[in-house]
């Protein structure tokens, strides 16, 4: 058992795949022995939230939807949890004072939030990346004041932070990010043109939430982990190299201007990063199961195709501008990803509406406070939403 005890946590987005893997490590590790669990966050999983809240003792539970709040209410009715619902709601339960916040909602919406978590000071055990690649600058400077650490979730990430040496940070000469490759990654354009968000959901490796699955298959995954490495690792876009490897077993690397490659690898399980992240500089004991090299037999390494996959394209086109160019793509991005998924466009029209619609704000310049954040996330759905409508009968 980790020695945590006593170690306040609260829960973003615990209904999700990255929350429900964060609460199996929290009951691996002792359940409410090991940790004090103050605030478990969700959306419209009603069930799910509310039995999660009995069974890790939270104090809090909050639903995003106002609409389920009296659901929620009558789940929790006589057990002395508290209960509240909206986007203020939320706000005030990631400031509740905690060690540490497991940053798991998906998509922008988990901006605001994680951002009053960073403030408060909490650790940020960040699996949200959309939070760096639309805030980059603003959200490292928001966690740096609050004086809490920022420790990464996203498998390639901690890798990363696992293989960098302290106080060798001049040293590194680039950061070696791989990818899976997805369901697709061997079909040509005209074989994608036609899949739905079904086929596309598929992954070969990972069981994840619907958006990072599809954001697999079309490596938009990758373009927003390009852009959140940057930030994590203060590196420029030309020391990030993204290698597809199909097994998922080396996690990501760093190479260091000796030559030498310091690696992490391990099974594909998010439980890993998870408790690393939520006990860090420990390692506690972990269920997941261990790597069988004799079965492993082979790792496979190539090339990522840009052709195919354009999004990898876009993160270095919205790292060279900067500024808002990275709440840009993502807005774009996540407005695309949900007209994909409605059937109103194709999967080959994610990266053509991002694409457009970050060549039409190119010129929108620096992101000096969230306000402009905000500013350049809203116009960039709006162009987006206009776009989806025109082209969207084509698909
Ligand atoms: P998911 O869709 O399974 O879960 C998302 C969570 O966010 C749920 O609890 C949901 O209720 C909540 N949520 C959804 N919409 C919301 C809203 N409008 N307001 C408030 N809460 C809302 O997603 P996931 O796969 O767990 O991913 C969560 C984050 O972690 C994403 O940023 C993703 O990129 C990242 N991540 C996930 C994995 C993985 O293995 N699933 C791996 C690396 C990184
Ligand atoms: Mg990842």
């Not at 509310?50 to 209410?73: F, I, M, N, P, S």
């Not at 740096?144 to 106080?167: M, N, T, Y």
């Amino acid at each position: 058992m980790a020695d945590t005890a006593g170690r306040r946590i609260s829960i973003l987005g615990s209904t999700g795949s990255i929350g429900v893997n964060t609460l199996d490590v929290v009951e691996q590790l002792g359940g409410r022995d090991a940790f004090d669990v103050v605030a478990v966050t969700g959306n419209t999983n009603i069930t799910l939230l509310a039995e999660q809240a009995k069974t890790c003792g939270a104090r809090l539970a909050v639903t995003a939807d106002e609409d389920c709040y009296h659901a929620l209410k009558d789940a929790l009715a006589g057990t002395g949890i508290e209960v509240a619902a909206g986007r203020q709601a939320l706000i005030d339960a990631a400031s509740r004072d905690v060690d540490c916040v497991m940053a798991a909602i998906v998509g922008t919406a988990g901006l605001e939030p994680t951002l009053a978590a960073a403030r408060r000071g909490a650790d940020i055990a960040l699996a949200n990346k959309e939070c760096l690649v639309s805030a980059g600058d603003l959200f490292v400077k928001a966690v740096a004041e609050g004086g809490g650490r920022l420790i990464p979730v996203d498998s390639e990430h901690s890798a990363i932070f696992q293989s960098l040496e302290d106080d060798q940070h001049h040293a590194v000469e680039r950061i070696v990010l791989t990818a899976s490759g997805g369901p697709f990654r061997t079909w040509t354009r005209e074989q994608m043109a036609g899949v739905t968000a079904d086929i596309a959901r598929a992954h070969p490796n990972w069981s994840m939430g619907l958006k990072i699955s599809i954001g697999s298959a079309s490596m938009f995954n990758k373009a927003l982990e390009m852009i959140e490495a940057k930030h994590l690792f203060n590196v420029s876009p030309e020391q990030i190299e993204v290698i597809v490897h199909p097994q998922s077993v080396i996690h990501s690397m760093v190479g260091y201007r000796d030559g030498s490659i310091l690696a992490q690898l391990g099974c594909p399980d998010m439980r890993t990063a998870i408790g690393y992240a939520l006990t860090y500089p420990d390692r506690p004991k972990l269920d997941v199961e261990r790597l069988d090299f004799a079965k492993l037999a082979r790792l496979d390494f190539e090339a990522p195709d840009e052709q195919r996959f354009p999004a990898l394209r876009l993160a270095r086109t919205a790292m060279q501008r900067g500024g808002v160019q990275g709440a840009v793509m993502n807005a774009a991005e996540e407005m695309s990803f949900h007209a994909f998924c409605a059937g109103r466009i194709g999967f080959l029209q994610m990266a053509d509406i991002a694409e457009q619609v970050m060549e039409d704000m190119a010129g929108y310049g620096a992101a000096a406070t969230m306000d402009d954040v905000y500013a350049a996330d809203s116009e960039a759905r709006q162009r987006a939403d206009a776009l989806i409508a025109r082209t969207g009968m084509a698909a």
